[in-house]
């Protein structure tokens, strides 16, 4: 079981920047491929993109590419998502998830991030 908790969401102005942490409870956290998702109101949860248990490879959504940066750090169980020129579109719920088999299996509780215009 590992138990996943997101902070660092809040409201910014468009072309604003903010960086999201996930903390977890685990110190087998460096075992986990990571992966950050959203969910915008009445839309389904989206992946944004996620990073080896390495570190070494990161994956991103099309929409976020070049914007958007995710990395880890295993001696502190944290990923991070470092979000660059925010858009009102990018205003969601974010949620990060550790998977295991190629699956997210885990959750943190999410933490919302508004971008006005």
């Known amino acids: 079981q590992v138990q996943l908790v997101e902070s660092g969401g809040g409201l910014v102005q468009a072309g604003g920047s903010l960086r999201l942490s996930c903390a977890a409870s685990?110190?087998?956290?460096?075992?986990?491929?990571m992966g950050w998702f959203r969910q915008a109101p009445g839309k389904e949860r989206e992946f944004i993109g996620a990073?080896?248990?390495?570190?070494?490879?990161?994956y991103y959504l099309d929409s976020v590419k070049g914007r958007f940066t995710i990395s880890r750090d295993n001696s502190k169980n944290t990923v991070y998502l470092q979000m660059n020129s925010l858009k009102p579109e990018d205003t969601a719920v974010y949620y990060c998830?550790?998977?295991?088999?190629?699956?997210?299996?885990?959750w943190g509780q999410g933490t919302q991030v508004t971008v006005s215009s």
């Open positions: 685990r110190r087998t956290f460096s075992n986990y491929d």
């Open positions: 998830s550790a998977a295991v088999g190629g699956s997210y299996i885990y």
């Open positions: 990073i080896k248990r390495s570190g070494g490879t990161t």
